[in-house]
């Protein structure tokens, strides 16, 4: 059963913006912990950005400033907001629930940052 469902990733060029999308069901959003992680070719997998219940939120270092994580409760999605995108964010990116006894993964969404 499909539980996150990620969408924005595409192609842009270095400089541009995109907004990332996760589409979750209403038991998996309501999860303390949802986040962003991304793995580039032959890189580690990483945390990009995590909402926390409670609002607080945690961004890795080279992306902050830059991206903006957020949720829309209305909708059960959650949202990275991409600026000032340079070819180093090339990745596939990851939507993150975990609850401190499951955690559930989507299936990630191709980013491409051209120079």
């Known amino acids: 059963q499909v539980q996150l469902v990620e969408s924005g990733g595409g192609l842009v060029q270095a400089g541009g913006s995109l907004r990332l999308s996760c589409a979750a069901s209403g038991s998996i959003f309501s999860m303390p912990v949802m986040g962003w992680y991304r793995q580039a070719p032959g890189k580690q997998r990483e945390l990009v950005a995590a909402s926390i219940s409670g609002g607080t939120t945690n961004y890795a270092d080279s992306v902050k400033g830059r991206f903006t994580i957020s949720r829309d409760n209305a909708k059960n999605t959650l949202y990275l907001q991409m600026n000032n995108l340079t070819p180093e964010d090339t990745a596939v990116y990851y939507c993150?629930?975990?609850?401190?006894?499951?955690?559930?993964w989507g299936q990630g969404t191709l980013v491409t940052v051209s120079s």
């Open positions: 993150h629930a975990n609850s401190g006894f499951l955690t559930v």
